[in-house]
Nanobody, 111 residues
Framework: QVQLVESGGGSVQAGGSLKLSCAASGYIFSLCGMAWYRQVPGKERELVSS???????NYADSVKGRFTISKDNAKKTLYLQMNSLKTEDTAVYYC?????WGQGTQVTVSS
């Protein structure tokens, strides 16, 4: 059974850091394209960062230099390291692995 479990969200002050994880099961994980999205109420879900099966990464301009996407194929886990967080990073963050969504994890950044 294909399953994704996200963790690592929480509340942090501006300038702080969080690391999100997305653990997968039931996948040939190493062959999957993966990404992190985020969504705030009333807005569309937006792409934050992606990583291809070969490890090619892309970032939204708003997070370049602050966020880092990575994956561990052996652990079947996708990560998003978020540094220098800003209040505008507050959102529900979702992982996407092989076209399946995680359940979402809330990130709240306060000033």
């Amino acid at each position: 059974q294909v399953q994704l479990v996200e963790s690592g969200g929480g509340s942090v002050q501006a300038g702080g850091s969080l690391k999100l994880s997305c653990a997968a099961s039931g996948y040939i994980f190493s062959l999957c394209g993966m990404a992190w999205y985020r969504q705030v109420p009333g807005k569309e879900r937006e792409l934050v960062s992606s990583i291809s099966s070969r490890g090619t990464t892309n970032y939204a301009d708003s997070v370049k230099g602050r966020f880092t996407i990575s994956k561990d194929n052996a652990k079947k886990t996708l990560y998003l390291q978020m540094n220098s967080l800003k209040t505008e990073d507050t959102a529900v963050y979702y992982c996407l692995v092989c076209n399946k969504w995680g359940q979402g994890t809330q990130v709240t950044v306060s000033s």
